[in-house]
């Protein structure tokens, strides 16, 4: 027996209710943007004809996507894109999906960086280009070279890039500041890099399983990345310069700590718009 043709209202309440049932979930956020991604339409297009009958094509599709999310597959990697700081990205599961709590450090990037000086700005891991793509789309006279130690990433990277049009953006394969052209020295370094404990069980939650694993966990306390990047990045600055990383929500004394015995001056821990510890810097003396 053929199943009934659907309303668009209809099918989005059928696929709230069941994504209700997954922990950590925004039910009816998610089904819209599932059917927006299937039917290449507007949220606008669900609102304005609620009453517009699904083909069974489109149900089939549709039920198809559920699954897929129900099964614990992040929304961004069954649409293959996120939005971030405005930006419309392509993420794949060779990058991390883009977190809002991220925009802080872009904020802060923008805030030290002039807006019609050249400044010279790194982005250290940049898995899908968001934190460098839009510090570029707002400093498009300054340089921001990209690194990642996945190809796969940087391919994903560089597409985001033209797709936005992009252009002040240069992309280098390597792991951290090794990648970085020698001799250069940068105004600015930022970096999200992977900040969780190996064996953490957080690493188990919500997206995390689905994204890669080495984009996460960092050594037994989180924080061999960021030693590694602090420790390198003295070399690369130009005076002045400074390292701007994002680290877990109680990592703040230690990622400071790790800074200032390196040589780093006028430390500083920033906090997220929920009030925890997200963002660390620290500047090179004069």
Not at 59 to 82: C, D, M, N, S, W
Not at 129 to 135: M, T
Request: charged fraction near 25%; include cysteine.
């Amino acid at each position: 027996m053929t199943a009934p043709q659907s309303t668009i209202a209809q099918a989005l309440a059928q696929a709230a209710r069941r994504l209700s049932l997954r922990p950590d979930s925004e039910p009816g956020i998610e089904a819209a943007i599932l059917l927006c991604h299937l039917l290449d339409k507007p949220r606008t297009h669900l609102m304005a004809w609620p009453d517009k009958l699904l083909t069974l094509q489109e149900q089939k599709r549709f039920e198809q996507l559920l699954t897929r999310r129900i099964a614990g597959e992040p929304v961004a990697y069954i649409t293959g894109h996120r939005e971030f700081w405005s930006l419309d990205l392509e993420v794949s599961p060779a990058t991390l999906i883009p977190r809002p709590e991220t925009e802080l450090l872009v904020e802060r990037a923008l805030e030290l960086t002039p807006q019609d000086t050249p400044w010279l700005i790194a982005d250290l891991g940049t898995g899908s280009g968001a934190i460098a793509l839009a510090v570029a789309s707002e400093r498009p006279h300054s340089r921001v070279i990209a690194t990642d130690r996945s190809k796969e990433a940087l391919e994903v990277a560089t597409r985001n890039a033209r797709n936005l049009h992009i252009n002040n953006v240069e992309f280098r394969h390597g792991a951290w500041c090794n990648a970085l052209p020698p001799g250069l020295l940068l105004n600015l370094i930022l970096s999200n890099p992977p900040y969780v404990a190996e064996g953490d069980t957080h690493l188990g939650r919500g997206d995390l399983p689905w994204e890669p694993s080495a984009a996460l966990a960092s050594g037994s306390d989180g924080l061999m990345d960021i030693r590694i990047i602090a420790s390198e990045a003295p070399k690369h600055l130009a005076p002045g310069g400074a390292l701007l990383v994002e680290h877990g929500f109680e990592q703040g004394e230690a990622v400071r700590n790790i800074l200032e015995n390196i040589g780093f001056s006028k430390t500083e821990t920033l906090f997220d718009l929920e009030h925890r510890e997200r963002l660390s810097e620290g500047f090179l003396k004069h």
